[in-house]
């Protein structure tokens, strides 16, 4: 049972490299979201989505982009990376959209350091 | 004012203590409660979750979830060195839009 997958575990860009992080589940979950953890910031909200072709912004959208053509993968995409998005990246995913009541399912994470 | 607050530790306790674990929250529309453990270098782990008001049981972990107040609690009877990691609490409200909001983590040592 492997749940929510993220690929790659470590990266490291220059400022002004893109790259794509990579999220599947295998739980049939309808929500998928990204989330990064910078010390004394806690876990903020990157985008989410409620299904295939549905996403939308969180807490801190600036700089990523993401897209959700099937059910089990939602990547995000750093468009021109910036030090600034030095941070760790957790992809997390729910049953149903969270007034649901569905618990969040996270990933372990890809911990990316720009340069 | 944040709309969860948690101290953020660190927290060290002896082996076999119980240790408590608290968030403070400000939208009464929350109706949905989640503790999370993070070990180091991991991603958040389910450990409890409960809805509205009350307590749930699992083992030696117990969730309070108290509305009136806007307080939540965990406790872990008999500590263990095994539960050194970060609890981080989260909420979400009851209705369609609404995203999950976290506390930004305690930090628990249990010294052997």
């Known amino acids: 049972n492997a749940g929510v997958t993220q690929t790659p575990k470590f990266q490291v860009l220059k400022t002004g490299q893109s790259m794509t992080l990579q999220c599947a589940q295998d739980m049939n979950h309808e929500y998928m979201s990204w989330y990064r953890q910078d010390p004394g910031m806690g876990l903020r909200l990157i985008h989410y989505?409620?299904?295939?072709?549905?996403?939308d912004q969180g807490e801190v959208p600036n700089g990523y982009n993401v897209s959700r053509s099937t059910t089990e993968d939602f990547p995000l995409r750093l468009l021109s990376a910036a030090p600034s998005q030095t941070s760790v990246y957790f992809c997390?995913?729910?049953?149903?959209?969270?007034?649901?009541?569905?618990?969040?399912?996270f990933g372990n994470g890809t911990r990316l350091t720009v340069t | 004012q944040k709309e969860v607050e948690q101290d953020p530790g660190p927290l060290s306790v002896p082996e076999g203590a119980i240790v408590s674990l608290n968030c403070t929250y400000s939208?009464?529309?929350?109706?949905?409660f989640m503790w999370y453990r993070q070990y180091s270098r991991k991603g958040p782990e389910l450990l409890m979750y409960?809805?509205?008001?009350g307590n749930k049981e699992d083992g030696r972990f117990t969730a309070q979830v108290d509305k009136s107040s806007k307080y939540i609690s965990l406790f872990i009877r008999d500590s263990q060195p095994s539960d050194s990691a970060t609890y981080l609490c989260?909420?979400?409200?009851?209705?369609?839009?609404?995203?999950?909001?976290f506390g930004p983590g305690t930090r628990l040592s249990v010294l052997p």
């Open positions: 409960t809805y509205s008001s």
């Open positions: 989260a909420m979400s409200a009851r209705d369609y839009g609404q995203n999950f909001v």
């Open positions: 997390a995913s729910s049953a149903r959209y969270p007034g649901s009541g569905s618990p969040l399912h």
């Open positions: 939208n009464s529309a929350f109706q949905y």
């Open positions: 989505s409620v299904g295939a072709g549905i996403t």
